[in-house]
């Protein structure tokens, strides 16, 4: 099973950019698809992005559809997320998964990162 590790969150301006980058152990990452979810205090889960294990396919939630982009580097086991124009409602903790299944089937993702927080001052 693939162990997550998210890096690359922080504290940044509305506007501003960030990219969390998740790295994943083991030599299997190519096998997986992978996505991330966000969650900021007192809502649900949310599905934000999501990658097929080739990087040719992507799914992105209506709320941040342009402004995120996900990509994956299959020969340095790590997927990235892109994220500009950052609003403060993109403030969240954002966790990287791994899915044996489709990337567009949330339920599907079984294996999780810790959690990276990032944070979008008004």
């Known amino acids: 099973q693939v162990q997550l590790v998210e890096s690359g969150g922080g504290l940044v301006q509305a506007g501003g950019s960030l990219r969390l980058s998740c790295a994943a152990s083991g030599r299997t990452f190519s096998s997986y698809a992978m996505g991330w979810f966000r969650q900021a205090p007192g809502k649900e889960r949310e599905f934000v992005s999501a990658i097929s294990r080739s990087g040719a396919s992507a799914y992105y939630a209506d709320s941040v559809k342009g402004r995120l982009t996900i990509s994956r580097d299959n020969a340095k086991n790590t997927v990235y997320l892109q994220m500009n124009s950052l609003k403060p409602e993109d403030t969240a903790v954002y966790y990287c998964?791994?899915?044996?299944?489709?990337?567009?089937?949330?339920?599907?993702?079984?294996?999780w990162g810790q959690g990276t927080q990032v944070t979008v001052s008004s």
């Open positions: 998964a791994a899915s044996g299944g489709s990337y567009y089937h949330p339920r599907l993702y079984d294996t």
